[in-house]
């Protein structure tokens, strides 16, 4: 999957690094901006599959978006002969998200199918959609397959679908099972997602368990901004809402969420790290955290990082309430020149089976809730985490995240919440209040409010 930071850096950051894992990886990226073809074989571009011509389809995309990598584009070349796919990446999403934007105003530069971050798919949605087909309408697409969240994120106001979800984030906790024992805590999953089911505040108590016996040099939970994105994941209005107004400060749900991550760093719960940052990553490798919200993308991070002298002391219990990180969506420009050929690979890409397959082989959890019930999601079982049945658990977990109002602003707001206002708490020891004032100011500047 192509899931990310709160904000655009660590997009790459987690995305390179999660191709290496073995299998079940999440998404990941590549060494920089390439331009690959599906197929070695010799194309025509354009034409109609008559003579021996085949109609080249491109696909944008950033980082290596795991669609070629699961062998998606081979098989469907093989179902179409008279199709070839190309497909073009950009490494970070800060930098593929605004051409993306400048193409669809100039109607020039696109390829056939773009995929798009979920953290822009509001924005897209609210002021592109004129631009891109409706894909709800393609021969194929079953609306009922897919998650209600999923698709009412890439559908605008009056009905018009403009993108198909790839896949989601759905989180769990992932935890370790030898510094739990040392602490004095269970080690069965199910036992330990008993421990803090259905409150995130029953999360922190854990916490502080842990804390009176821990192991010397080991932090209950790796950050407060990892444990304040996991809570916003799961609430159906975060930073906007219904209306487009930006509503974050006064929402009682982020406020819920920021002081209850402040306590795990006023409490001392905390290994004071940043996510995807060299630190955090040296946190896996040597066992200087117990827990962290993990999306099911995050396994292969965790697999990579913690390396193998981490396999079997890793598992992954249900988070405390169901929640989703990360994502994204296949949109199909109006101004392409195969738009129904376009359409149709879309909705091949998009569908519960294709899904099921790239979770398989890249472990990019689906979108298509229809997928839950194929042997590759519902047998899914991770060996470097005991085994953990992680197609149940993340399922579940995804079942039951609410429809999120997303905002254009999405990304900006979260990122600043969490590296300017709560970092600061976490790390220089300032008062949450503090941090929460930090956080407004900058984001008032980005939105230039």
């Not at 930098?95 to 199918?113: E, F, K, R, V």
């Not at 896949?167 to 199910?190: H, N, S, V």
Request: aromatic share 8%; proline share 4%.
């Amino acid at each position: 999957m192509r899931t990310r930071k709160r904000g655009p850096v660590r997009v790459a950051a987690l995305a390179v690094v999660a191709a290496l894992g073995a299998s079940l990886l999440a998404g990941c990226a590549d060494d920089g901006d390439s331009k690959d073809s599906a197929s070695s074989g010799s194309s025509s571009s354009g034409g109609s599959g008559g003579g021996g011509a085949r109609t080249t389809l491109t696909v944008g995309v950033f980082g290596a978006f795991g669609l070629k990598e699961a062998g998606l584009y081979d098989a469907y070349m093989k179902l179409h002969p008279d199709i070839e796919i190309k497909q073009t990446s950009i490494e970070r999403n800060e930098n593929y998200y605004p051409q993306l934007l400048t193409h669809l105003g100039s109607g020039s530069g696109l390829a056939d199918i773009q995929a798009v971050e979920v953290n822009n798919i509001a924005e897209v949605t609210a002021t592109q959609a004129g631009r891109l087909e409706d894909l709800g309408k393609v021969k194929g697409v079953d609306k009922d397959a897919f998650l209600p969240w999923k698709w009412g994120q890439a559908t605008t106001k009056d009905g018009r679908t403009v993108g198909l979800g790839t896949d989601i984030g759905p989180q769990g906790i992932c935890y370790r099972k030898d510094l739990f024992a040392a602490a004095g805590l269970p080690t069965d999953r199910e036992a330990v997602g008993k421990l803090w089911a259905g409150d995130w505040q029953k999360y922190l108590a854990a916490g502080e368990r842990y804390k009176a016996k821990a192991p010397k040099v080991t932090a209950f939970v790796d950050s407060a901004s990892g444990v304040m994105a996991a809570i916003t994941g799961g609430s159906a209005t975060r930073y906007y809402d219904g209306d487009g107004k930006v509503v974050y400060k006064s929402n009682p749900a982020v406020k819920e969420a920021w002081d209850t991550a402040a306590s795990f760093a006023t409490h001392g719960l905390t290994a004071k790290l940043q996510q995807f940052q060299p630190s955090w990553d040296q946190g896996f490798a040597n066992g200087t955290f117990a827990t962290v919200s993990c999306p099911a993308w995050m396994l292969g991070y965790i697999q990579d990082k913690a390396g193998e002298a981490g396999k079997g002391k890793w598992d992954v219990a249900a988070a405390p309430k169901p929640s989703n990180w990360g994502g994204s969506f296949l949109v199909v420009p109006s101004a392409g020149k195969h738009r129904a050929q376009a359409a149709e690979l879309a909705a091949w890409l998009t569908a519960p089976a294709q899904q099921a397959t790239l979770f398989e082989k890249r472990g990019s959890f689906p979108s298509a809730r229809a997928a839950y019930a194929l042997p590759a999601v519902s047998g899914a079982q991770h060996a470097y985490f005991g085994g953990a049945p992680i197609g149940q658990i993340f399922a579940k977990a995804a079942e039951g995240t609410p429809v999120q109002i997303l905002g254009p602003k999405d990304l900006i707001i979260a990122q600043n919440l969490a590296d300017v206002g709560m970092l600061q708490v976490d790390q220089k020891g300032r008062s949450p209040e503090a941090g929460w004032n930090a956080a407004v100011k900058a984001i008032d500047n980005a939105l230039d409010q």
